[in-house]
């Protein structure tokens, strides 16, 4: 097996590995290893894969394993442009981080796509903390970041959610540390007096999201994109009109607890 870098941050594309067949207990630890150390794994140019298939290959970077996001019983969801979730700007984000179980890995695979160009895309928490000064380190260490979701979709019926989750936190699958803020879900640090939080989040955002951080990911036909939802963020930086073509990107999540589970723990607690 060999890897390209697909940014200087994170990422790599994967060869030399049969995607529709492939998988001894040797190549998983390679691909489980990579993924551990580069945050994100592409591997393209081997055809449509079956959900059944891209579950499989899912599952091979748990626990926790593939989780029934959707709520219809189903491990695989898509994605689609034709509705409303699949089609609207997404500012960067890690999924869930507003609830106490965020996604751990996501799997999206390319099964259609529009003539045009349309791509994902990415920044590394992991990098973000490894620029930090010593300095700003030890001020982070401590602080806590409330992550915030109000739905603009009226069509989902989803509840206001909310956690805090350190500002500063190891990931869970290496340790590795990740700064954890977001332009989507970061609503206040819990330890700061408003506009010194407002302050000190747009100045570490300011950072994440610099042109030279990001890694754009043109999607082609059938790509299989694999990452770690703590240790990237990821955005869709233009609407997706299904004017100019169907975009559908079907995904497998690995989680502790499906999105359905904690909608009713928000009403629960609301």
Known sequence: MRFTPLHSDFGVEVHDFDVQAGGAAEDVAVLRSALDAHDMLLLRGAGR?????????????GPPAPVDNAGDGQFVSVLDNAEEAGSFMLPFHSDLTYTDC?????????????????????????????RLSTADRARL???????????????????DMAAIHPLAMPNPRTGAMLLVVTEHHA???VELPGDESRALIDRLLADLYAPACQYEHVWRPDDLLIWDNL????ARRERSDPGAGKRALQRVALAETGIMELVARARAAA
Not at 107 to 114: F, R, S, T, V
Not at 231 to 234: F, R, V
């Open 141 to 159: 260490a401590p602080l806590h970041l409330r992550h915030l979701y109000v739905s603009s979709m009226p069509s989902l019926n989803m509840p």
């Open 49 to 61: 894969v079956s959900p059944e298939r891209q579950t499989e290959i899912t599952g091979w970077f």
């Open 231 to 234: 240790a990237l963020q990821h």
């Open 102 to 130: 965020p996604i751990k890995v996501i799997c999206l695979h390319a099964i259609a796509l529009p003539e045009r160009p349309t791509s994902t895309s990415f920044v590394s928490n992991r990098a973000a903390w490894n």
């Open 187 to 189: 609503d206040r640090i």
